[in-house]
């Protein structure tokens, strides 16, 4: 078992970053002292202020005593916080315990049913729906996912309930600190190369994963996906308890896979897509409001982690349809109500995986064609050089599902540059697509591109974000006429935090 450590008093190196700032609050709202810097100031730090937290904007030694007494742990990312940190330093100089995230929250996990979810594509959207189900059921769950819920405002919360619900991250293989109750498989596809080295690599620690799971642990697998399903079987036939959830046709393919759930029909209605579904027996109807078969599949994968937790599968269908959702899923920034551009929306969307990027733009195009007008325009933003690197011919061929594209060049986040990779390396893959390296030029060419009635996209887990109501108002839209603001999660989670 993990090392136990002290965390009355805690500082956060990075603490403005969506994760980061997501525990912080947690530890304040359980009483705790709570202290941390961050590079820039910013929503979040403002925001753990007015808790309580003792905050500073910038990194020092001397910030380790904010709180007017040492601190009993340090938590930093160690994927985005150099090492030469001063703050770092100075508490390893002192002997205070320097903690990965993933160390604290198995700290705050500990104690509780533990449902994780973990996956290439969808944790945090599956995660909200978890949490969005369980609330409404009635369950009070604690939760810290990787964006703001629209209906909560927040991205953590110390609940009254036993349950736990948290994204087990995969990227550097930190999922392995946990200790699942419910471990919720959505999709396993090779992603993080540059951390794991092969693809082989990368399926393993999903394998470690659920071996951690105790004696009554529960593994909830997406038949959909060829290798979550294969877990599933595998671990099935070696005595795991399996609830997997599917379509029927997966289910089909899995026919000695103990299924708990299974979508029986989809509809695209004007405001989403109406599923119907038989969980354990019950068949329930819920609308997710963000469009795309993945986000069906998202859904239902949490019906059945709020169902093994004891809630009422109408309850946690309800709770699922009243979801607003998470910022950067979908996101609309508004409808352009009159001019050239008449009747285009503009969404912003956090796809950074080639997969993403392509159910992202399915889900774009299914909408165009609803609706029997308008084209599908993307700019889209390239996220680590190693990432672009791999999987160039395979972002080309997804954006290639939209009308137009825009490629910006490549946000770093914690990595040094490449010679040869940009996103000129997508671009020139693509017919007709335009490499727009001028970060502030990317929304008049856009506007440059668009029509009446496109859906238009800003699309990366970077800084593209920050453009979206830019090309809103490129295309001539008013402020009046937004349809929702901007999430402000931190773009590259905490590894955008501090560097």
Request: glycine share 12%; charged share 20%.
């Amino acid at each position: 078992m993990a090392e136990h450590h002290d965390i009355s008093r805690v500082h956060f190196v990075g603490i403005g970053g969506a994760g980061m700032s997501g525990l912080a609050h947690i530890l304040l709202e359980r009483g705790g002292v709570v202290s941390g810097s961050d590079r820039s100031d910013g929503e979040n730090l403002r925001w753990l202020e007015s808790l309580g937290a003792h905050v500073a904007v910038g990194h020092a030694a001397s910030n380790l005593e904010l709180s007017g007494q040492a601190p009993t742990a340090v938590v930093t990312s160690f994927a985005a916080i150099p090492q030469d940190n001063p703050e770092l330093v100075a508490a390893r100089e002192r002997g205070i315990p320097v903690l990965r995230r993933s160390d604290l929250l198995a700290e705050l996990l500990a104690g509780h049913n533990q449902v994780l979810v973990a996956g290439t594509h969808g944790k945090t959207s599956t995660s909200s729906f978890v949490v969005a189900a369980m609330t409404a059921a009635g369950l009070d769950p604690s939760f810290a996912v990787g964006g703001v819920l629209g209906s909560t405002g927040t991205n953590s919360h110390q609940g009254s309930g036993p349950d736990f619900v948290a994204e087990a991250d995969e990227s550097d293989a930190s999922l392995l600190s946990y200790r699942p109750d419910i471990a919720v498989v959505t999709n396993i596809e090779p992603d993080h190369l540059d951390y794991f080295g092969d693809a082989e690599s990368y399926f393993r620690v999903f394998e470690d994963f659920c071996d951690l799971l105790g004696p009554e642990g529960t593994l909830v697998a997406c038949l959909d996906d060829p290798h979550a399903g294969g877990l599933a079987a595998r671990r099935h036939h070696q005595g795991v308890r399996v609830a997997a959830y599917g379509t029927a046709r997966a289910a089909a393919e899995h026919p000695h896979v103990p299924r708990l759930a299974r979508i029986l029909a989809t509809e695209h209605t004007a405001t989403g897509t109406l599923a119907r579904v038989d969980l354990d027996g019950t068949t329930v109807e819920f609308t997710v409001h963000t469009p795309g078969e993945h986000m069906v599949l998202n859904a239902t994968g949490a019906l059945v982690a709020g169902y093994l937790c004891g809630g009422e599968p109408e309850k946690l269908a309800a709770g699922i349809t009243a979801s607003s959702g998470v910022h950067r899923r979908f996101e609309s920034h508004g409808t352009v109500a009159s001019g050239r551009c008449a009747g285009a929306e503009v969404f912003d969307d956090y796809a950074h995986h080639p997969t993403e990027v392509d159910a992202v733009l399915r889900a774009a195009r299914a909408r165009v064609e609803a609706r029997g007008a308008g084209r599908v325009v993307v700019a889209f933003q390239p996220h680590l050089y190693s990432r672009t690197a791999e999987f160039a011919d395979e972002f080309a061929s997804a954006l290639s599902l939209a009308d137009a594209v825009v490629v910006l060049d490549v946000y770093a986040a914690r990595e040094e540059p490449v010679d040869g990779v940009d996103g000129g390396l997508i671009a020139g893959k693509i017919d007709g697509a335009v490499f727009e390296p001028d970060f502030e030029a990317v929304p008049p060419r856009v506007a440059e591109l668009a029509g009446p009635g496109d859906v238009v996209i800003t699309m990366g887990a970077g800084s593209v974000t920050t453009l979206a109501d830019s090309v809103f108002a490129a295309l001539g839209g008013e402020a009046g006429d937004a349809a929702g603001a901007a999430g402000t999660a931190d773009a590259d989670a905490d590894a955008g935090a501090a560097r």
